[in-house]
């Protein structure tokens, strides 16, 4: 799994959520959820067939991310304006 969190500029609201809806589904991913967690604050949530998989694709997700970058807030000087982590899962119900 990958988790992607940001925060996007009040006025590319739209802009962010169409090119997130036109996101390719990148060699290994299962599917990519986005939840709206708070006003203009998303969380993105990949499922991907292995650890192997994020990996090789995290330069084309990097591509993606190129194309938001504008629209999003910074979150911090240390993180910039994604905060992204990923692993695996220990418990599935």
């Known amino acids: 799994m990958n ?3 940001c925060k996007v500029k009040s006025p590319h609201r739209e802009e962010y959520l ?5 996101m390719p589904r990148f060699n290994g991913q299962i599917s990519a959820k986005f939840v709206e967690t708070a006003k203009n ?5 990949g499922e991907w067939n292995s ?9 084309e ?5 190129d194309k938001l970058r504008h629209t999003l807030e910074e979150l ?6 994604t905060d992204p982590s990923s692993g695996t899962v220990v ?3």
Do not use: Q
């Not at 169409?18 to 036109?22: A, F, G, L, T």
């Not at 997700?61 to 991310?65: G, H, N, S």
């Open 3 to 5: 988790i992607v969190r």
């Open 18 to 22: 169409k090119v997130c809806d036109e």
């Open 41 to 45: 604050e998303f969380t993105m949530i």
């Open 51 to 59: 650890e192997d998989d994020v990996a090789k694709a995290r330069p």
């Open 61 to 65: 997700m990097i591509k993606f991310l």
């Open 76 to 81: 911090s000087p240390e993180l910039g304006v």
């Open 91 to 93: 418990i599935e119900k």
